[in-house]
């Protein structure tokens, strides 16, 4: 019975909605028809002009799909879609199609039956905007009872926003009407009436707007996605939020470079001026007759002070005897050693390297200490500036330090401390002490300053290195045994031939060289007829030539033997041409 009297109530009013409403005249309208394909079916003819809550919910109950609307924003489908179940208890399903979010009523039915689009329109949200055509019809039409409060024209329609326009030639089968669904519904009589909505405040919109903003959800633009593309621009929003970020930095960064350079460079004007300025107190203090009153204000300014330590270190590199004396008194009467302690207890290693560097031009003691922390620092300036300062600054040993480093003594170092022993003419001490230290850097530097100096009475000690059990010093050992010639090693050498390394054995052979032995005749001839190496064979035949005639001879022998290798290396070692 409910489908009978809903055909013949559709029947009825085909030819009013059919040809004085089409969604595409008017503007903003709500809503469209779906656009996808969809097989052909029968279209009903009519609707009433006007449609209530009741006549809507009969049409649901028949064999039609009905579109109530389409949108862009699924938001705004499922609003619409939850006002009309609250009014009606239909139920409606929010379906994705053409990059739109469509409202049906019997959404299982598309395709197989009619579909319906009934543009809804609210009475409480009309705009201003409205056609002069439809003004006047509206004033022409007499208005509705206060009693019924349920007639609405389909003059009245009016859009919401997010709508989209219908295109009535995309669906033949769907058969536009017009209904009205209000907002809370009220039963006078047999017909159920409506009563509008009031508008939702403007504030609350924009409340909602900023909030979706900032929390970048809802209609945030920066979650828009554009149809033609079906792709979201947040990649291309936040390229572009990079490149103005990045141009912000680089703007700031440069004026912070620009300012910091004027300043570096007014800096470096004012340090200049004011060297020169004290350059000439101090030579007037030290030669002249001023006092030190001129340096006490300058000492009251932080800056200048250190410029002030500074160029009296410059100046004290030059100086000896009573002025350097002089000048270190007037260090202390200004207070400045204080200033160069603290920065010698610095943590920062720089500071402190500054500091040792003050102490030991000043000839201040005082923070002998605290280069001895850093003598086993990581930091390997951080330990040379010390071993330095503790040099220049001790009284009797310059050299005690070497008895508590544990770091390794690089040959950088070792090059600085002998340069040092050379240019102040310090007291060279006994390194023979130090060649049984546990740091093989350390014995292999005594080593060197042994040769360097020619520290004979350390002979004993050094035949007891020969053995050491690192290669390296041991092979130093008897390098410098045969560079001072020290024969006493020379059994030493022969025992411990076989159990070394290569580098080691050809050492031993040319420290034999060095300081020629008969008595090491039979061990030469051994190593140049059991060695397959031609290197070895040829430092042992340049050893058995340097023990004069005897050697000479027996290499005489050697090139008489059928053996080809020993003629050829023996001519090579016996023709002068060659050296």
């Not at 017909?191 to 909030?211: F, G, H, N, W, Y």
């Not at 002089?326 to 260090?331: A, G, V």
């Not at 045994?481 to 024969?487: E, I, P, V």
């Not at 050492?507 to 007829?529: A, N, Q, R, T, Y």
Request: hydrophobic letters at 40%; a neutral charge; proline letters at 4%.
């Amino acid at each position: 019975m409910r489908k009978t009297l809903t055909i013949m109530l559709a029947m009825a009013v085909s030819g009013i909605t059919l040809q004085a409403f089409s969604p595409a005249d008017e503007e903003g309208s709500d809503s469209v028809r779906s656009h996808g394909p969809e097989p052909a079916v029968p279209v009903l003819s009519t609707f009433p002009s006007e449609l209530t809550v009741g006549g809507l919910v009969s049409l649901a109950n028949g064999n039609y799909a009905i579109q109530m609307g389409a949108f862009s924003r699924r938001a705004n489908a499922e609003a619409l879609s939850r006002r009309i179940n609250e009014m009606s208890g239909l139920t409606l399903d929010v379906i994705e199609d053409g990059g739109l979010f469509k409202v049906f009523i019997n959404s299982s039915l598309r395709g197989e039956a009619a579909c319906l689009y009934i543009p809804v329109n609210f009475p409480g949200e009309a705009r201003e905007k409205v056609r002069a055509e439809e003004k006047a019809k509206t004033t022409a039409t007499e208005p509705p009872a206060p009693e019924e409060k349920a007639v609405y024209s389909a003059n009245e329609t009016v859009t919401t926003t997010d709508s989209v326009a219908p295109v009535a030639e995309s669906r033949p089968e769907s058969v536009p009407a017009t209904a009205i669904i209000p907002a809370q519904e009220v039963n006078t009589g047999e017909q159920v009436t409506a009563i509008a909505d009031p508008e939702l405040p403007e504030a609350s919109s924009a409340l909602q707007k900023v909030r979706d903003f900032f929390l970048i959800r809802g209609n945030n633009p920066w979650l828009t996605r554009y149809n033609y593309f079906g792709k979201s621009v947040v990649f291309v929003n936040a390229l572009i939020v990079t490149i103005i970020a990045s141009l912000a930095t680089m703007l700031i960064l440069l004026l912070v470079i620009l300012l910091n350079r004027r300043r570096m460079e007014k800096e470096a004007k004012l340090r200049q001026y004011l060297l020169e300025q004290y350059q000439s107190l101090i030579i007037d203090y030290l030669f002249g007759s001023s006092g030190p009153e001129p340096f006490r204000k300058i000492a009251s300014d932080n800056y200048r002070r250190q410029v002030l330590i500074d160029q009296m270190i410059d100046v004290s590199v030059n100086l000896k005897g009573d002025t350097r004396e002089k000048l270190t008194r007037l260090y202390l009467d200004l207070k400045l050693d204080e200033d160069s302690l603290e920065r010698a207890r610095s943590r920062r290693w720089h500071k402190r390297i500054k500091g040792f560097r003050e102490l030991a031009f000043t000839g201040i003691r005082e923070g002998n200490d605290e280069m001895y922390k850093s003598l086993n620092s990581r930091n390997e300036i951080l330990r040379m500036e010390a071993q330095i300062a503790l040099v220049r600054l001790s009284e009797k040993d310059h050299f005690e330090f070497l008895s508590h480093l544990k770091r390794p003594f690089s040959l950088w170092e070792q090059i600085t401390l002998h340069d040092l022993i050379l240019q102040h003419d310090l007291p060279v001490p006994d390194f023979q002490r130090w060649l049984s230290s546990e740091n093989p850097t350390v014995v292999m530097f005594a080593l060197r300053m042994i040769r360097e100096f020619r520290q004979m009475e350390a002979e004993h000690e050094i035949r007891k290195v020969l053995l050491h059990r690192e290669p390296r010093v041991s092979r130093l050992a008897v390098e410098v045994s045969g560079d001072l010639g020290m024969k006493s090693t020379l059994e030493t050498m022969k025992r411990m031939y076989k159990f070394q390394e290569y580098n080691n054995c050809l050492e031993i052979v040319k420290s034999m060289g060095k300081m020629p032995e008969i008595s090491m005749l039979g061990f030469l001839k051994l190593v140049l007829d059991k060695e397959d190496d031609v290197q070895l064979q040829i430092e042992a035949v340049k050893a058995i030539e340097n023990m004069g005639e005897v050697g000479v001879q027996a290499l005489v022998k050697v090139m008489k033997s059928e053996y080809k290798n020993y003629n050829i290396i023996v001519r090579h070692v016996l023709d002068r041409r060659i050296y």
